[in-house]
């Protein structure tokens, strides 16, 4: 009777095995192969929940290849973690098994479950108690594994371990076929999408375009974010940051700005790692933990809450660019190396096309301002002037042109600071570039640091394409600031950081620029006076106060007016294609008599007017501006009011300065008051041209 039953027995595990023997030849999926274990297999051994893993012989890990629906460990939060996650083969379970060649059996009650892998510790809490491991044959790496699981002990007795010992070669095959398969698809979809990749990325022209191409590409790899591209700048060791997802950080901020702002080297751990590296890496947050002393990186991945990182060089050949970091649990790393490939060779002709637009700007600037001092025709030996003064200032001049040191030029409006600026300038070493001026009274408080220190694209409303500042286009140069007194405080407060660090960022920049740039300032104020109302800095104007040079105003220098009214003569006999020679002895007499209150440029326009006005060989008619009247000659009956009195006081400046009202010789000026006040005044008085003309 008993023989009966075993023989009934083993015909029918016979029947179950051939049947599941007969459905392994049609399976083609994970899905088919799970469903033939859970209803075949199960017909022959009394198993609760069935697992197979596959091997990943590279990294000696291994993880879930297919997963039982129905088991009771799905009912666990961490279950999905516990199926995703690759786990070492050396865990003193997974390795005992694998080095066997029949199914090993674990009782799990004997199992240390607290330092065991998270996927016995889920099933020991689903309730299992029994497990069977059988590494199944086919190759040398016994890449599959079929793993069973019992609610009751003695579940898995010889007669089941005979079975999964008959069924393993055809589970092997029916795996290792669906790998195989799955291999073939996955490259398949990556050629396509690297092929779509590709054409993207050849229309990129600027970092926008760049960065909209990888956002696209990256929404296609689940749960994949780029963190951060860095590159590599000319000195060869900083890493800048060059693209970033920002919404990747907003709940660390305060960490993500502490570390992408800071400077980083080629030499950093994870930058040198990376960049030595000729395949992509995987940074394992835990593991680096748990080394010690792990760099900030670290702390801040982990506070996102990731697992692992990824990252890559960035190359053009042998050459390297940049880095580039993921953010993503898993990515298949011979993807991350073809986008890597691509990415390279797109940040490279970005940056290029970058210089050559910046070099392209930068000739159009130095084209204005070669044109600018083409117009002044100033070179040293034109200075005009012998008289004691003027030698000094040629002696400081001649003391300072070849050092470095910063000069401040000082002296009333008209009186040739920006010619002794050439003058010094072409005196140096650094004549070979050319003078880069800036005007500090011409710009708006709200352009003037634009106007030294650049603005990337897209810093401000406006900022429509990046613009180099004129710190950056004098660079190895001289940059002259004139009117140096008229810059606000807050431009002020950033030109000393300049000066003081030798290095420059530009408006909405994070990258630093060093630049090696002598300055020569010039103003016509009292800048003691301004420190004092607090107006000027104290320690910028000690650090332009290097080496101050006075110029004298021009009716300290009497023997030097009829010098320069000749030069002026002969300058604008060729303009105009005049034949004026000189001048007659009462013009003389009117020249020397005048006291020049615009200096030298006062007197260069009235011999340009006279020169143009005169129609004869000689001058015989000066038309010297008429005195402006005084204080006492202009106060009024006291039946005038304070606005009449203004309004003729006004008036009588407007006739002076031929209603002039702007500039450096205009009457603003004369009247210490900005030209838009002094507008507002015309117009409230009702002032109109036929009064001063």
């Given at each position: ?128 108690r029994e497990m069977v491991i059988k590494a199944l044959p ?132 994870f930058f040198a790692q990376v960049l030595a590296s000729k ?251 301004e420190v004092r109302e607090g107006r000027f800095r104290s ?155």
């Open positions: 009777m008993l023989k009966n039953e075993e023989l009934a027995e083993k015909e029918r595990i016979n029947e179950a095995l051939l049947e599941l023997s007969n459905r392994m030849v049609k399976v083609r999926d994970r899905r088919d192969l799970l469903h033939v274990i859970n209803t075949g297999l199960r017909k022959a051994i009394n198993f609760t929940a069935c697992v197979m893993t596959i091997l990943d012989d590279v990294h000696q890990t291994y993880k879930a290849f297919l997963t039982d629906p129905d088991s009771k460990s799905r009912d666990y939060a961490a279950y999905n973690e516990a199926i995703s996650t690759p786990y070492p083969v050396a865990d003193g379970i997974y390795d005992v098994a694998a080095q066997s060649d029949a199914p090993v059996l674990f009782d799990m009650r004997r199992i240390d479950v607290a330092n065991a892998p998270v996927w016995i510790k889920l099933h020991y809490a689903a309730g299992a086919g190759d040398d790496a016994r890449r599959h594994s079929l793993i069973l699981f019992s609610d009751e002990t003695g579940t898995f007795d010889d007669c089941a371990l005979h079975i999964i010992e008959r069924i393993s070669s055809q589970l092997s095959t029916a795996a290792s076929n669906i790998t195989a398969n799955e291999e073939i698809l996955n490259r398949e979809s990556e050629k396509s999408f690297l092929l779509n990749f590709s054409q993207n990325i050849a229309a990129v022209r600027t970092k926008a375009d760049l960065e909209t191409t990888i956002s696209d590409a990256l929404q296609q790899l689940l749960s994949t974010r780029l963190a951060m591209i860095r590159v590599i700048e000319d000195d060869g060791e900083t890493l800048t940051p060059y693209l970033w997802d920002i919404s990747l950080f907003k709940d660390v901020m305060d960490m993500y700005d502490q570390l992408a702002n800071r400077r980083a080297t080629v030499g950093e751990y395949e992509p890496i995987v940074i394992d947050i835990a593991e680096e933990e748990r080394k010690g002393n792990s760099p900030a990186y670290i702390a801040f991945w982990k506070k996102l809450g990731l697992k692992n990182v990824y990252a890559s060089a960035l190359r053009v050949g042998e050459q390297n660019v940049g880095t580039m970091f993921f953010l993503s649990d898993e990515l298949n790393l011979s993807l991350l190396k073809g986008l890597c490939a691509q990415i390279s060779i797109a940040i490279s002709n970005i940056r290029a096309n970058e210089k050559v637009l910046a070099y392209k700007q930068l000739l159009e600037i130095e084209n204005d301002q070669l044109k600018e001092q083409i117009r002044t025709i100033y070179n040293f030996s034109e200075i005009v002037g012998s008289g004691a003064e003027m030698q000094e200032v040629y002696h400081l001049m001649s003391l300072v042109a070849d050092s470095g040191s910063t000069v401040l030029l000082l002296g009333e409006t008209g009186t040739g600071k920006e010619l002794i600026a050439r003058a010094i300038h072409n005196a140096s070493p650094r004549k070979n570039k050319l003078m880069i001026k800036v005007n500090c009274a011409a710009l708006p408080a709200s352009l003037i640091e634009s106007e030294l220190f650049g603005h990337e694209k897209g810093a401000f409303t406006g900022a429509v394409e990046r613009r180099i500042g004129k710190f950056e286009l004098a660079d190895q140069s001289t940059l002259f600031l004139d009117e140096i007194g008229e810059m606000p405080l807050e431009a002020q407060v950033k030109l000393l950081r300049v000066l003081q660090e030798k290095e420059l960022e530009r408006i909405g920049g994070k990258t630093t620029i060093k630049v090696d740039v002598r300055i020569i300032a010039a103003t016509n104020r009292n800048l003691e006076a320690d910028l104007y000690y650090r332009l106060n290097v080496f101050p040079i006075v110029l004298p105003p021009l009716r300290n220098r009497p023997d030097d007016i009829l010098p320069l009214a000749h030069f002026f003569i002969d300058r604008y006999n060729k303009n105009s294609g005049r034949k004026v020679t000189g001048f007659s002895p009462r013009v003389i007499q009117e020249l020397q008599a005048y006291h020049w209150p615009g200096n030298v440029r006062e007197l260069e326009h009235l011999i340009e007017r006279s020169v143009l006005l005169n129609e004869d060989v000689m001058v015989r008619e000066i038309h010297l501006p008429k005195p402006i009247p005084t204080e006492k000659a202009l106060v009024a009956p006291l039946s005038q009011t304070l606005a009449e009195v203004e309004r003729a006081y006004i008036i009588e400046v407007l006739k002076q300065f031929q209603g002039r009202i702007s500039g450096a010789d205009g009457a603003a000026e004369f009247l210490d008051l900005p030209s838009t006040t002094l507008h507002s005044k015309i117009k409230k008085l009702k002032i109109s041209k036929a009064d001063y003309f």
